[in-house]
């Protein structure tokens, strides 16, 4: 397997203004979209994504290029599409992060917080409560255990299963989270994203 193709922020803002810009697809969820995304880029989240991903990609002729947090979940809608055929795929260096810190804008909406601070929130009061509760109950302290193998597990096949669990709650839900709306917006403009 090849290492996925980077862009950086500087370069992908000079293509976006070229006559032929790349498809942004940002793969966080609604809820972190909507707190800051580049203008011009599709919300298509992670799950969303290889859940239809053959659908999404039959209007994925241009160049792509994936963008979330910081790179982590890019990289694995990279890899999902590059194993679908999709050619020209490539991940934003550094995320909505690296972009901002660039100094470039973004479309600002309600704030939330992102999907790596709500795991670490979840995860730390697992934790914490399972230790104190094994004060009184002993055997609690393997719930402590069992977070922190998930945990590890979650870093060393980069895939996180509360953060998938947690993607599907309301707070990062959208009014618009559906293949349908993904797809007709790309059909919509195939020349020129839509600011959503």
Known sequence: MTSAATIDSQNLSERMGSAAPPRVLDVR?????ETAHIAGAYNVPLDLLREHRD????????????VCRSGQRAAQAEESLRNAGLAHVHILDGGI???EAAGFAVNRGTQRWDLERQV???????VLTSILGSIAAPKLKWV???IGGGLTFA?????????MLLSKLPYNRGAT???AT????????PAAPKVR
Do not use: K, Y
């Open 177 to 179: 989270c559906d293949a």
């Open 97 to 99: 992060v690296a972009w």
């Open 144 to 146: 402590a255990g069992a």
């Open 182 to 189: 993904v797809v007709a917006q790309l059909v919509g403009s």
């Open 120 to 126: 670490r929130l979840v995860a730390g009061s697992v």
């Open 155 to 163: 870093a060393l096949s980069n895939t996180c299963a509360m953060g």
């Open 29 to 33: 969820t609604p809820g972190e979209f």
């Open 55 to 66: 659908e999404i990609i039959a209007h994925l002729d241009d160049e792509v290029v994936l």
